[in-house]
């Protein structure tokens, strides 16, 4: 089986979160013996966890990604699940996001003759969706049974422009703010005896909206408050609203952390009266530049594809930052990210046949 012919494999199981639609029974089937297949299933979640010892060294390099997909939608001009090739190209859902890193990974760890220690392989059905009982349980697990790896590749699509032109040695973590402004209902002809707590909020909005926490580094840009929904009243012309809520997301660096926002909200809203909470959905991290698996990855993909590519900690999450959370080095490589999880999604078998290539050098010169 080629490696085409795998990633065609892959994109016809229909895994829409939280199911593996069947697919990982065929991963470790394509695997074989030679690999030993863990069950870390937690709830309606599905991970496994492969591994290949070469030898007793105690290097360990993981790759990892999931089996998931958001649903196809509306309006392809293919079946989003054939996987038919046109052109040289593939149109499925799942192409980029990310069975094409699954299918590389897969087939460059199966065909692999030699390593220094020990290769892993570990997915999960749950990426797209909370992640509650994702890749976060199968870790605590492998923490426990002293199998953390050392070093983590997460097959996601990160290239920019051309393959190969980026990796990502890190991501943004994600705070999201709840505010409550409370004001005093009443007539819109009588102002003076309401409390309107839009004219409350309307001359430190401007204060509050796109402004940087912090001003960004070598690795992050500044840590913006995004302002993304503010309603509140009773869509009517002549009732002033009883309270107004607005909800934001910061998308930050390594240098502003929850309390720094918390900090921040609380100081521009002294002396209204309000109720005000954040929640963590990811924390950020970076992996050294001077990393082995940075550089090691960095001559793979020169020797490969004939390009230099760059470090980049751009985009939204994905279970890298579980690696980072457990002090793995982890790094993210994969096909040009341009049309993940939209309708006519789709990547080139040229990419994938190189990014098999990539994996299958990294490994043999790690």
């Known amino acids: 089986m080629t490696v085409i012919e795998l990633f065609q494999k892959l994109l016809r199981y229909e895994s829409i979160t939280p199911n593996d639609a069947g697919a990982f029974e065929f991963i470790e089937e394509y695997l074989g013996d030679e690999w030993t297949c863990i069950n870390i299933d937690r709830e309606d979640t599905k991970n496994r966890f492969y591994y290949k010892k070469f030898n007793n060294k105690a290097q360990h390099l993981c790759f990892a990604g999931h089996i998931d997909v958001v649903p196809p939608g509306e309006g392809w001009h293919v079946d989003p699940f054939a996987a038919d090739i046109i052109d040289g190209v593939i149109t499925a859902r799942g192409t980029q996001d990310m069975k094409s890193g699954d299918a590389a990974f897969l087939y460059a760890c199966k065909h692999a003759k030699n390593f220094d220690g020990m290769l892993s392989i570990l997915m999960t059905s749950d990426e797209e969706g909370e992640g509650t009982f994702g890749t976060i349980k199968a870790l605590e697990y492998l923490k426990e049974h002293n199998m953390i790896p050392q070093y983590a590749v997460v097959a996601e699509p990160t290239c920019e422009d ?19 402004l409370q004001g005093k209902q009443g007539h819109a002809a009588y102002p003076e005896k309401c409390i309107n707590p839009v004219h409350q909020i309307a001359p ?3 204060e509050i909206a796109g402004y ?13 408050l995004v302002v993304t929904d503010i309603r509140g009243g009773m869509e009517v012309t002549n009732v002033t609203p009883d309270n107004l809520k607005i909800m934001f997301n910061v998308r930050n660096s390594t240098n502003t952390v929850r309390g720094d926002v918390e900090a921040f909200i609380h ?18 991290f970076v992996t050294n530049k001077e990393s082995k698996v940075v550089r090691a990855m960095e001559t793979s ?21 579980y690696f980072g959370s457990f002090g793995i080095e982890a790094i993210e490589f994969g096909v040009i990210n ?29």
């Open 162 to 180: 051309v393959f190969g032109d980026a990796i990502k040695v890190g991501r943004r973590g994600s705070i999201n703010g709840y505010i409550t």
């Open 204 to 206: 430190i909005l401007g």
């Open 212 to 224: 940087n926490l912090d001003n960004g580094d070598e690795y992050f840009t500044p840590s913006k």
């Open 267 to 284: 100081k521009k809203l002294e002396g209204l009266t309000y109720d005000f909470r954040t929640t963590q959905g990811s924390f950020p």
């Open 301 to 321: 993909i020169e020797k490969v594809l004939n390009i230099k590519t760059k470090h980049s900690t751009a985009g939204g999450t994905s279970d890298a930052r």
């Open 338 to 366: 341009d049309t993940i999880h939209s309708v006519g999604e789709r990547t080139t078998v040229k990419e994938v046949e190189g990014l098999t290539d990539v994996f299958e050098d990294l490994i043999k010169n790690f």
